[in-house]
Nanobody, 127 residues
Framework: QVQLVESGGGSVQAGGSLRLSCAAS????????MGWFRQAPGKEREGVAVLNSGTGRTYYTDSVQGRFTISQDKAKNTVYLQMNSLKPEDAAVYYC????????????????????WGQGTQVTVSS
């Protein structure tokens, strides 16, 4: 089992920055992917950024490419999401997720493929 705890959400003005953290505990040695998803009111949960824990390769959805950066500190079992140039449409509850098996293609963005989830952290962006 894996436990994930997010932190770092908050309120910022458009154009501002936030850094989210996700601390993993438990059977973290088995994890292959760590991801950040978000869900705005009335919308489906969507993938934002995914990281292959072994290779360090990163993947981003188009809407955040160039603005968000996912990274990891293996020594701390922590994954980060640095969010710059925030827009009002980035406002959502952000969730950290993890998976301990391989993913292919669009599976990277499917929340149902990630068995481990954090509790979520709210990000509010005012215009």
């Amino acid at each position: 089992q894996v436990q994930l705890v997010e932190s770092g959400g908050g309120s910022v003005q458009a154009g501002g920055s936030l850094r989210l953290s996700c601390a993993a505990s438990g059977d973290t040695y088995s994890l292959k992917y760590m991801g950040w998803f978000r869900q705005a009111p009335g919308k489906e949960r969507e993938g934002v950024a995914v990281l292959n824990s072994g290779t360090g390769r990163t993947y981003y959805t188009d809407s955040v490419q160039g603005r968000f950066t996912i990274s990891q500190d293996k020594a701390k079992n922590t994954v980060y999401l640095q969010m710059n140039s925030l827009k009002p449409e980035d406002a959502a509850v952000y969730y950290c997720a993890a998976r301990d098996d391989w993913l292919y293609g669009r599976e990277l963005w499917d929340p149902a493929k990630f068995p481990y989830w954090g509790q979520g952290t709210q990000v509010t962006v005012s215009s």
